[in-house]
């Protein structure tokens, strides 16, 4: 069974380990990141369309 924490490791394995921690987690975020951007992009898509309906569709009725 492997111990919960790395107290009995050398230091650079256990530096060598936190460093791969953080790359991990670095490309999650980033990961989540990329994700968050699409959706916004999608959301400011689907707003300006909107707008420009509303605007074509106002400017008929006064037309």
């Given at each position: ?5 790395s ?5 650079s394995s ?46 008929q009725?006064?037309?």
């Open positions: 069974m492997l111990p919960l924490f107290c009995c490791t050398d230091s256990a530096g060598d380990a936190l460093r791969r921690h953080q790359e991990r987690k670095l490309r999650m975020l980033r990961f989540w990141r990329d994700g968050a951007e699409r959706q916004v992009a999608a959301l400011e898509a689907a707003i300006s369309t909107l707008e420009r309906q509303m605007q074509r569709d106002g400017s009725a006064q037309g």
